[in-house]
């Protein structure tokens, strides 16, 4: 069982930057595929970025291209997600999760989930 905590949610002026981070409980983190979510109020779970075992390989959502980044530290079981540039729309509670599979972007690909964290962006 892989147990994952997310920190680092608050509340930011529009333009500005937050990092959240993700700690996994599980000694085989390096062998995850790594994930960010978000869901805002009404709406679905939508995927963010993607961050393959090594960290050498990451994929992103149309709308965060170029603001967010994800990286990770294997040593420290630890995922990232730097966000700048935030905006109105980026408001949302964010997840961290994990999966087994090669480079998920649907939420079923990922069996475990944090308990999410919220980012709002004030204008």
């Known amino acids: 069982q892989v147990r994952l905590v997310e920190s680092g949610g608050g509340l930011v002026q529009a333009g500005g930057s937050l990092s959240l981070s993700c700690a996994a409980s599980?000694?085989?983190?390096?062998?995850?595929?790594m994930g960010w979510f978000r869901q805002a109020p009404g709406k679905g779970r939508e995927f963010v970025a993607t961050?393959?075992?090594?960290?050498?390989?990451?994929e992103y959502a149309d709308s965060v291209k170029g603001r967010f980044t994800i990286a990770r530290d294997n040593a420290k079981n630890t995922v990232y997600l730097q966000m700048i540039k935030l905006e109105r729309e980026d408001t949302a509670a964010y997840y961290c999760?994990?999966?087994?599979?090669?480079?998920?972007?649907?939420?079923?690909?990922?069996?475990?989930w944090g308990q999410g964290t919220q980012v709002t962006v004030s204008s």
């Open positions: 999760a994990a999966s087994r599979l090669w480079k998920p972007k649907k939420e079923y690909e990922y069996g475990y």
């Open positions: 599980d000694h085989t983190f390096s062998d995850l595929t």
């Open positions: 961050i393959t075992w090594s960290g050498t390989i990451t």
